[in-house]
């Protein structure tokens, strides 16, 4: 009995299996998304739809934003390459395609971009050191741009080794000679190795972060450069400036008072020069790391660029934490923008991303201007907590407007009382105007 029960219910079985994999077979592969990158931008900007199962066929898949129709330009089984439409808003994502449509995401649609104009000031792409009318100057991997005390722009001419100025159509020497060295003297008597930056205050003293030195150097008006901290040897040291200690010192402010403040950067610390001849340590503890706090409780990775705000805040570029950070006069460190993460992404503060900011600089009303070096763009922190990109496109040298223009690795910004903002772009060797549109 058993043997024929047997007998009958196998072939029974076999017709369910076979029936089941026939189901399998059928079962349409649905398309799923798992990611939507940059989830924040503007209208007609090309964005990435990551995923699974969508169609091969370009025409094949049909992609709205909230509703509204996107134009797929590339299409993949895994990605999708989309231009977001023009009269877009904020919502979610999805994809339909002739196995199924999925839902994923929200992609959000960004105040529209403020417009500036891009122009070469000086140099034209090659490398030199010529002074001059600026049609003909050339630099050497220029790093720093500061505004003097008479509104001209000072040039950190690192690959020259040398400090010079852009006035009234003429660029003029300060002090250095493009041979590098640890020479005080006059002008073109003196040495540093490899300037990174430099500050003028109201009496027209001139203070560099003189890197490879791992010195804090000063300049009169008469031309005169001598050592104001640091011992020639890199390492660290607080307390007199005489024995004071740094490790290559990339940037440098001052305030009314006479303070220096150095984004001190293998040190990983902001350092303060004080108007009493002492160093002091204002925040960081000296390892490399990401942490809030007051003083010692907060930790920097590589800080490259500093700014006093109105309020006499110290703002960061924490390089290689890809944030803007603030420090107040208490050693209070907070973060102002930036996830931490190396990208590129802008909208609220908090998320936006940053490939190694380097330069920083603020204007009157408290908009904070970047440098981002890895993503060949000036970038602006407005005062209502947004990052928006208002100048650069592709790595390159062109002028033009706003995302049209090229630069090359900027390092550093600066802006004068009209707004207009300055910019080191070093690997073009050439400073670059943004003039508001």
Known sequence: MKKLLTYILLPAFALLAACNKDDDAEKPATPAITAVYPSAGLPNMIITIKGKNFSTVRGDNKVQFNGKAAIVIEASETALQVV????????????????????????TYLPPL?????????????????????????????????????????????????????????VTPIAGATTAGYTEGTGAAARFRLPWRAVEDAQGNIFVADRDNHAIRKITPA????????????????????????????????????????????????????ADGQVTTLAGNGSAGFANGTGLAAQFRNPSGLELDKD?????????????????????????????????????????????????????????????????????VSVDGKVVSIAGGARGFADGLGAGAQLNSPTDVCVDRDGNVYVADQANHAIRKLTRK
Not at 120 to 135: K, Q
Not at 252 to 274: E, F, M, S, T
């Open 312 to 380: 006499g805040n110290i703002l960061v570029a924490d390089r290689l934490n890809h944030r803007i950070r603030k420090v107040t006069q208490a050693g209070a460190t907070t973060t102002v923008a930036g996830d931490g993460n190396s990208g590129y992404l802008d909208g609220d503060a908090a998320g936006a991303r940053f490939a190694d900011p380097y330069g920083i600089t603020v204007d009157a009303a408290g908009n904070i201007f970047v440098a981002d070096l890895n993503n060949h763009k000036i970038r602006k």
């Open 114 to 170: 403020e417009e500036y104009t891009v122009t070469t000031l000086a140099g034209d792409g090659t490398a030199g050191s010529v002074d001059g009318p600026i049609a003909g100057s050339l630099f050497k991997t220029v790093q720093g741009v500061a505004i003097g005390a008479d509104g001209s722009i000072i040039v950190t001419d690192r690959g020259n080794n040398r400090i010079r100025r852009i006035k009234a159509g003429n």
């Open 223 to 274: 031309g005169v450069v001598s050592t104001v901290a640091g011992t020639g040897t890199a390492g660290f040291a607080d307390g007199p400036v005489a024995t004071a200690q740094f490790n290559q010192p990339l940037d440098i402010v001052v305030d009314a008072a006479g303070n220096l403040y150095v984004a001190d950067n293998l040190n990983h610390r902001i350092r303060k020069i004080g």
């Open 84 to 107: 977001t439409p023009a009269d877009g808003t904020t919502g979610p994502v999805t994809v339909a395609t002739p196995k199924g449509s999925a839902t994923g995401g929200t992609f």
